[in-house]
């Protein structure tokens, strides 16, 4: 999983780079409804369903097919290691979560990449850090 999501880092800072100079506008649309639907989701499968979603959506946004076919094929890792590795005290992380994604679309959408790029990385290294297997 260490290779995993130094890959997502690699793919993903660079992506919100990309995506805060010049977006695909409907990605980002495609992003905030994620963040909606995650708001209102009860259950983590379906949280981490959407979360992996959602960062494929902002490495869609970079405008790069490439890129976005890698984390594509990648969405089923993610979302399965993410799984197993949910904490038991589930709403505090979640609300965590939450608050990242926001704040990474924010300074996208802000045009602020590199802010953008340290917050993705850091959502990321944290997430798996704090609940490694």
Known sequence: MADVVRTR???ETWAVREAARQPEKG???AARILLDSMDRTDTVAEFLRLDAE???TLSRAAGNGVVAAI??????AIHGYVLAAAPGDWPPMARRLRR???NVLAAVEAGDGDRAARLVAR???G??????L
Do not use: E, N, P, W
């Open 9 to 11: 880092v690699l793919l």
């Open 27 to 29: 990605q980002l649309d």
């Open 54 to 56: 959602f960062h494929v």
């Open 71 to 76: 984390m594509t094929a990648l969405r089923g």
């Open 100 to 102: 990242q994604h926001r």
């Open 123 to 125: 959502h990321i290294d």
């Open 127 to 132: 997430f798996y850090r704090t609940t490694r």
